[in-house]
Structures are given as structure tokens and as C-alpha cells.
């Protein structure tokens, strides 16, 4: 059965700092994928960044990166140079490729960034 | 324009009462979802629909009927509605079953 953990209830970050959040998974499916959406206080989910199983550079899109450690089956979310409006919830998510259509979300991860 | 939009947003009704949510997406994508987002923000999917077809029915119960008229819409009715029945609902979309799903603006639904 897939899993996803996220182990930070909730992060604080000074403005202007880079912050890592993790994100592990479990599956025996060889292709998957894996991505993290951000849900600010008003509640929409909003898409930021996705990697394959199958890519061979971190993802980055932005001041968002992927560090992506298969070995450890880990998809940390970097966010670089920290502001404010990253103030939300951050969610990491697995789809399997035996399984498409069905993602399972983390917990998820409060992240407060301090002026 | 909006990429997925649901309506309503708000949804406030009694115990017992059946209700409708309806979810529109202008992106021509094939896959549409079915998410309720519980008090302690968990995300858990319900249902997926691909070209009208069911593909994914999670341990929902029958209480919840998802339709899709056809593949740009998947409304989600709602039968006898219990207290536990209080949630955000969203729907999604994707080009594809394994691609990124776009997310709509949630449905707050309080069943009182």
C-alpha cells in the first residue's frame, strides 16, 4: 500500500531564508510520481512542482526545488529566499503508475514565515 | 477564466437533506476527481472519472453519487447527509489519469 508521511505539523522560516520540507513515500510500484501543492489560509490547492520516478534531475520551478533522493525514497520541497506569502499548508503527494488517477496526500506541513 | 470551477462554495443544510455539487473544468481535460478535505485538513479521494467512465470508487458511501454528464463536468450528489458529512469538497481535474491534477476552489459544505 503507498504511503506518505510528513513529519513537520508545522515549520517556521525567517523571510528571505530557504526552507526544506519532507516528504517521504513507500511503494514497490518502480514508476510513481510525486508532487507538492500549497493550500494558503483562503483554501484553494494550488499546484507547484512534480517529479517522475524516471527523472533523472531534481525538479525546480522557481524558487521551488525537489530534492528527490530515491534511495531513500525522499521528495523534500526546497523554497528559496522565503516570503510571506509562502505562509500555508504544504502537501506532498504519490501517485503510483499501476494506479493512475488515485494520489495519496500527506498530513501535510504548516509553514509560517516570520517578517 | 477559471480553469476548474465548483459551485457553490458555501453549502449550509440540515440533516437529512440530499444536495448536489457541481464541478466544470475548461482545461479539455479527460480525468476528473472527486476529494473531501476533513476538519483536520487530511485529503482523501473519493471518486475519479475518465472520459464519463468510473475509474477510481474509494470506500465512500452509497450515499455519494458522482455523474458526469460529459467529460468537462462531474457533479457530486448527496443523499441523507449526516454531520460527518461536513467537509471541503474539491474536485480536480487531468489531462491524463497519471498526470498533475488541477485543483477547484473547494466546496465548504456544514451539515447542521
Known amino acids: 500500500a503507498q504511503k506518505i508521511t510528513q513529519t513537520q505539523p508545522g515549520m517556521f522560516v525567517q523571510e528571505k531564508e530557504a526552507v526544506t520540507l519532507d516528504c517521504t513515500y513507500d511503494t514497490s510500484d518502480p514508476s510513481y510520481g510525486l508532487f507538492w501543492y500549497k493550500q494558503p489560509s483562503s483554501g484553494e490547492m494550488i499546484f507547484l512542482i512534480y517529479?517522475?520516478?524516471?527523472?533523472?534531475q531534481n525538479a525546480t520551478e522557481g524558487r521551488y526545488s525537489l530534492n528527490f533522493q530515491k534511495a531513500r525514497k525522499s521528495a523534500n520541497l526546497v523554497i528559496s529566499a522565503s516570503q510571506l506569502g509562502d505562509s500555508a499548508m504544504y502537501f506532498c503527494?504519490?501517485?503510483?503508475?499501476?494506479?493512475?488517477?488515485?494520489?495519496?496526500f500527506g498530513d501535510g506541513t504548516t509553514l509560517t514565515v516570520k517578517p | 477564466d477559471t480553469a476548474v470551477s465548483q459551485t457553490p462554495k458555501y453549502l449550509v443544510t440540515q440533516m437529512g437533506n440530499d444536495k448536489s455539487i457541481k464541478c466544470e473544468q475548461n482545461?479539455?481535460?479527460?480525468?476528473m476527481y472527486w476529494y473531501k478535505q476533513d476538519s483536520k485538513k487530511f485529503l482523501k479521494i473519493m471518486f475519479s472519472y475518465n472520459n464519463k467512465e468510473l475509474i477510481i470508487n474509494e470506500t465512500v458511501p452509497n450515499r455519494f453519487s458522482p455523474k458526469s454528464p460529459d467529460k468537462a463536468h462531474l457533479n457530486l450528489h448527496i443523499n441523507s447527509l449526516e454531520l460527518g458529512d461536513s467537509a471541503v469538497y474539491f474536485c480536480?481535474?487531468?489531462?491524463?489519469?497519471?498526470?498533475?491534477?488541477?485543483f477547484g476552489p473547494g466546496t465548504r459544505l456544514t451539515v447542521l
Open positions: 503527494a504519490m501517485r503510483e503508475g499501476s494506479n493512475a488517477g488515485k494520489s495519496t
Open positions: 517529479q517522475g520516478s524516471y527523472d533523472q
Open positions: 482545461l479539455g481535460h479527460d480525468t
Open positions: 480536480a481535474s487531468s489531462h491524463l489519469a497519471a498526470d498533475t491534477q488541477y
